[in-house]
């Protein structure tokens, strides 16, 4: 018996848990609330794809009317009853053997989500035979989706569920028609983990997790079930849908589901809604709505301020099923995979963003302009935490955007520690990624970056308030490219005002920054007007004209005219598809027009507009208050004389190694002498740092001239190699 059973229903990620749950469950460890947490969504996949769960699918589909392709995957069933377990395993990565059968060609069962594979065979070559076979079972998988979609349940989704029920549903109307029908079949399945969890775990509330549109139609079947099976136990929904979405909710019917809604940061609300069940006679709430007297109130009359990010605990992982999560590859690229390949321990660096300035984001939402950023020590607690509990030690941190100065920190805390990680974080493209930086991650344990570009025009960026320009961007991403850190930019079109010619010059912008190779990967977003950013809270100061309507359940996307006309729609196949082939290594030398069927201006950006801007000079001076940091060990040194011209002095050799080279350098003795003591000084293990200005004046009580001695060739060669400079 739990007091609390958390849930995140169908569906979120087939890869790893979403990280709501565990945040909150490892909040209620530190106040000793007992709690049980599940991901519906990867039982009910894994239900749905197995030998058994399979054969029940196709004797309860629909076979009247089948498209060739799908009455070909019909005719097959055989063959994928007979390999869904095996390849279930693979992706758990149980099986690695089965990779060299899957890569045969004759061991999986294909339908026309294999028709790319003449396109794409040649890109596996840097990816290896696992990943190939992961990509091969991606595509198994989806046929077998796309036969459940149109044969048994059109709502199926692998990362969402009857998601169209909950996208901007500014009444409960027709979500509440659908609550009436008949069970659909995955609701069938879902209900059934649910009732058996139910009455295992034995909870007094419980807790439903609603990330995404995807997830609300699955939380309502859930809350219906609990209400009708279980009429004792209270119902309650967060997570970043309800944060959004129903800010302004007004019908009382949400209320036959659920007895609380809470808003924002769930740990307070969630520790009240448990203090209130065990003692009714209670009545302190946070950003809670409920139902009084048949009418929908908002009560936020507790006293007690939100927990400060140092005291909410560390993200607990336990109950879920983290050996059974299934890696898949949907596109061959190393870092799209990220989202969808391996099990990532999530964590957030800092709450809220420290920019909180883009015009298109929720500013005015507590999520957003609450900006709190986690000590580095704290943070690294955390991670060994969780790898001791999980067994991985990869990490996605999950900010708005990470700080680079706390990202600095983080990355010198771990070497400390002599910390074995793979992570990787959402940050904004800014000037303080200097290429030392950028290696200091890098030695951390930072394999990737993603951040927004989005419209890659200067003036529009100008207009969101993005704080950056095209030209920093692009040094940006290739200091982060160079020392061997993956970029993936988020990409906008269809923004308020945006032209044609604009749209045209940003994916001009998008090709060269593909094909010089700073970018790795992307995605193209149409513009969404919300109703809690700067946009959506005053659309005249953007030219769009916002569709009013009653809001009585969701409000966060409004649809909106702009002014200028364009149909932005039209852009999107052609701006995706050229990045696929972009992100594929691919398609440069296509003229921008031979991506789209209706006829496009030329664009105005020159065709060295991106190395133009790599080649510009970047480094404006050396700050004094910059840390030099030294990520190398100890060399090798031997003393020898040097002999010119009748002049005899004493030199010093050093040899330094890392892990691919071995660098030599030579120096006067004395110099070299204070080398090896400044060396010892800046070891990674030391807590002690020294700036640029103390390692200045350090030099100078014994040489003069410390800007030549920095600038010279051997010294050069040292700051290559590890003696870093960073802000």
């Given at each position: 018996?739990?007091?609390?059973?958390?849930?995140?229903?169908?569906?979120?990620?087939?890869?790893?848990?979403?990280?709501?749950?565990?945040?909150?469950?490892?909040?209620?460890?530190?106040?000793?609330?007992?709690?049980?947490?599940?991901?519906?969504?990867?039982?009910?996949?894994?239900?749905?794809?197995?030998?058994?769960?399979?054969?029940?699918?196709?004797?309860?589909?629909?076979?009247?009317?089948?498209?060739?392709?799908?009455?070909?995957?019909?005719?097959?069933?055989?063959?994928?009853?007979?390999?869904?377990?095996?390849?279930?395993?693979?992706?758990?990565?149980?099986?690695?053997?089965?990779?060299?059968?899957?890569?045969?060609?004759?061991?999986?069962?294909?339908?026309?989500?294999?028709?790319?594979?003449?396109?794409?065979?040649?890109?596996?070559?840097?990816?290896?035979?696992?990943?190939?076979?992961?990509?091969?079972?991606?595509?198994?998988?989806?046929?077998?989706?796309?036969?459940?979609?149109?044969?048994?349940?059109?709502?199926?989704?692998?990362?969402?569920?009857?998601?169209?029920?909950?996208?901007?549903?500014?009444?409960?109307?027709?979500?509440?028609?659908?609550?009436?029908?008949?069970?659909?079949?995955?609701?069938?399945?879902?209900?059934?983990?649910?009732?058996?969890?139910?009455?295992?775990?034995?909870?007094?509330?419980?807790?439903?997790?609603?990330?995404?549109?995807?997830?609300?139609?699955?939380?309502?079947?859930?809350?219906?079930?609990?209400?009708?099976?279980?009429?004792?136990?209270?119902?309650?929904?967060?997570?970043?849908?309800?944060?959004?979405?129903?800010?302004?909710?007004?019908?009382?019917?949400?209320?036959?589901?659920?007895?609380?809604?809470?808003?924002?940061?769930?740990?307070?609300?969630?520790?009240?809604?448990?203090?209130?069940?065990?003692?009714?006679?209670?009545?302190?709430?946070?950003?809670?709505?409920?139902?009084?007297?048949?009418?929908?109130?908002?009560?936020?009359?507790?006293?007690?301020?939100?927990?400060?990010?140092?005291?909410?605990?560390?993200?607990?992982?336990?109950?879920?099923?983290?050996?059974?999560?299934?890696?898949?590859?949907?596109?061959?690229?190393p870092m799209h995979s990220l989202w969808s390949?391996?099990?990532?321990?999530k964590l957030t660096m800092a709450h809220g963003?420290?920019?909180?300035?883009?015009?298109?984001?929720?500013?005015?939402?507590?999520?957003?302009?609450?900006?709190?950023?986690?000590?580095?020590?704290?943070?690294?607690?955390?991670?060994?935490?969780?790898?001791?509990?999980?067994?991985?030690?990869?990490?996605?941190?999950?900010?708005?955007?990470?700080?680079?100065?706390?990202?600095?920190?983080?990355?010198?805390?771990?070497?400390?520690?002599?910390?074995?990680?793979?992570?990787?974080?959402?940050?904004?493209?800014?000037?303080?990624?200097?290429?030392?930086?950028?290696?200091?991650?890098?030695?951390?344990?930072?394999?990737?970056?993603?951040?927004?570009?989005?419209?890659?025009?200067?003036?529009?960026?100008?207009?969101?308030?993005?704080?950056?320009?095209?030209?920093?961007?692009?040094?940006?991403?290739?200091?982060?490219?160079?020392?061997?850190?993956?970029?993936?930019?988020?990409?906008?079109?269809?923004?308020?005002?945006?032209?044609?010619?604009?749209?045209?010059?940003?994916?001009?912008?998008?090709?060269?920054?593909?094909?010089?190779?700073?970018?790795?990967?992307?995605?193209?977003?149409?513009?969404?007007?919300?109703?809690?950013?700067?946009?959506?809270?005053?659309?005249?100061?953007?030219?769009?004209?916002?569709?009013?309507?009653?809001?009585?359940?969701?409000?966060?996307?409004?649809?909106?005219?702009?002014?200028?006309?364009?149909?932005?729609?039209?852009?999107?196949?052609?701006?995706?598809?050229?990045?696929?082939?972009?992100?594929?290594?691919?398609?440069?030398?296509?003229?921008?027009?031979?991506?789209?069927?209706?006829?496009?201006?030329?664009?105005?950006?020159?065709?060295?507009?991106?190395?133009?801007?790599?080649?510009?000079?970047?480094?404006?001076?050396?700050?004094?208050?910059?840390?030099?940091?030294?990520?190398?060990?100890?060399?090798?040194?031997?003393?020898?004389?040097?002999?010119?011209?009748?002049?005899?002095?004493?030199?010093?050799?050093?040899?330094?190694?890392?892990?691919?080279?071995?660098?030599?350098?030579?120096?006067?003795?004395?110099?070299?002498?204070?080398?090896?003591?400044?060396?010892?000084?800046?070891?990674i293990h030391n807590q002690k740092t020294l700036?640029?200005?103390?390692?200045?004046?350090?030099?100078?009580?014994?040489?003069?001239?410390?800007?030549?001695?920095?600038?010279?060739?051997?010294?050069?060669?040292?700051?290559?190699?590890?003696?870093?400079?960073?802000?």
């Amino acid at each position: 018996m739990k007091d609390i059973l958390l849930i995140t229903p169908p569906f979120t990620q087939l890869n790893t848990p979403y990280p709501a749950t565990a945040y909150l469950k490892g909040f209620l460890n530190t106040k000793n609330i007992s709690a049980y947490q599940m991901d519906l969504g990867i039982e009910v996949i894994l239900a749905m794809f197995s030998k058994e769960g399979l054969t029940a699918i196709f004797d309860s589909s629909n076979t009247q009317h089948l498209t060739p392709n799908l009455q070909r995957i019909f005719s097959l069933r055989e063959d994928y009853i007979q390999t869904v377990d095996a390849v279930i395993a693979f992706l758990q990565g149980k099986n690695h053997t089965l990779a060299r059968q899957i890569c045969s060609g004759n061991f999986l069962p294909e339908a026309s989500r294999f028709e790319q594979l003449d396109d794409m065979e040649w890109a596996f070559g840097s990816m290896g035979m696992q990943d190939k076979a992961k990509h091969l079972a991606t595509l198994y998988l989806e046929d077998l989706s796309d036969f459940i979609v149109e044969c048994v349940d059109e709502n199926f989704g692998f990362s969402r569920y009857a998601e169209r029920l909950g996208r901007s549903a500014n009444s409960f109307d027709e979500l509440y028609a659908h609550l009436q029908d008949d069970l659909t079949y995955i609701d069938k399945i879902t209900l059934k983990i649910l009732g058996n969890r139910l009455a295992e775990v034995q909870p007094k509330l419980v807790c439903i997790s609603v990330p995404f549109p995807g997830n609300l139609y699955s939380a309502f079947r859930c809350a219906q079930f609990i209400k009708k099976n279980f009429p004792s136990i209270k119902v309650s929904m967060g997570g970043g849908f309800p944060n959004t979405e129903l800010r302004d909710l007004k019908d009382q019917r949400v209320f036959e589901f659920f007895d609380f809604i809470t808003l924002d940061d769930g740990e307070l609300p969630v520790e009240l809604l448990n203090y209130n069940i065990k003692n009714p006679n209670s009545n302190e709430f946070k950003r809670t709505f409920l139902l009084e007297n048949n009418q929908v109130v908002y009560k936020n009359n507790t006293t007690q301020s939100d927990y400060k990010q140092s005291e909410v605990g560390t993200p607990d992982y336990s109950d879920l099923f983290l050996d059974k999560y299934i890696s898949v590859i949907e596109i061959a690229n190393p870092m799209h995979s990220l989202w969808s390949d391996g099990r990532w321990n999530k964590l957030t660096m800092a709450h809220g963003c420290y920019w909180g300035k883009c015009t298109f984001c929720d500013i005015s939402l507590d999520y957003i302009k609450l900006y709190e950023p986690i000590a580095a020590q704290i943070l690294v607690d955390r991670m060994e935490t969780m790898i001791a509990q999980t067994g991985e030690n990869g990490f996605h941190f999950v900010d708005e955007a990470a700080p680079p100065a706390l990202m600095r920190e983080v990355a010198l805390e771990i070497l400390r520690r002599k910390l074995t990680v793979t992570w990787w974080t959402n940050i904004r493209f800014e000037k303080s990624f200097s290429l030392d930086l950028c290696l200091l991650l890098k030695a951390s344990g930072c394999i990737a970056v993603s951040g927004g570009l989005e419209v890659a025009s200067d003036r529009l960026l100008e207009l969101i308030k993005k704080g950056v320009t095209v030209e920093q961007v692009a040094q940006v991403t290739r200091n982060f490219t160079e020392s061997g850190i993956m970029v993936h930019a988020y990409l906008m079109y269809g923004y308020p005002t945006q032209t044609v010619q604009e749209t045209v010059d940003s994916l001009e912008m998008v090709r060269q920054l593909f094909e010089v190779g700073v970018l790795q990967s992307g995605f193209w977003h149409q513009f969404a007007m919300t109703a809690h950013s700067p946009v959506g809270l005053f659309p005249e100061e953007f030219g769009v004209i916002p569709e009013q309507n009653e809001i009585t359940f969701a409000n966060n996307d409004i649809q909106f005219k702009d002014k200028t006309g364009i149909d932005h729609d039209q852009f999107s196949f052609g701006l995706k598809k050229s990045l696929f082939n972009y992100m594929h290594g691919i398609g440069f030398d296509y003229t921008l027009h031979d991506w789209f069927d209706f006829k496009i201006p030329k664009t105005t950006i020159s065709p060295d507009f991106i190395v133009s801007c790599l080649e510009k000079e970047t480094d404006f001076g050396i700050k004094p208050s910059a840390k030099v940091i030294w990520l190398s060990g100890k060399p090798q040194t031997e003393i020898f004389t040097k002999t010119k011209k009748g002049n005899r002095w004493e030199m010093m050799k050093l040899v330094f190694f890392d892990k691919k080279e071995t660098l030599e350098i030579n120096l006067e003795k004395d110099k070299g002498e204070w080398l090896l003591r400044i060396i010892d000084n800046l070891a990674i293990h030391n807590q002690k740092t020294l700036t640029f200005v103390q390692l200045k004046t350090d030099f100078e009580t014994q040489f003069d001239d410390f800007e030549l001695f920095w600038h010279s060739k051997p010294l050069k060669k040292l700051r290559d190699f590890g003696f870093l400079l960073v802000l």
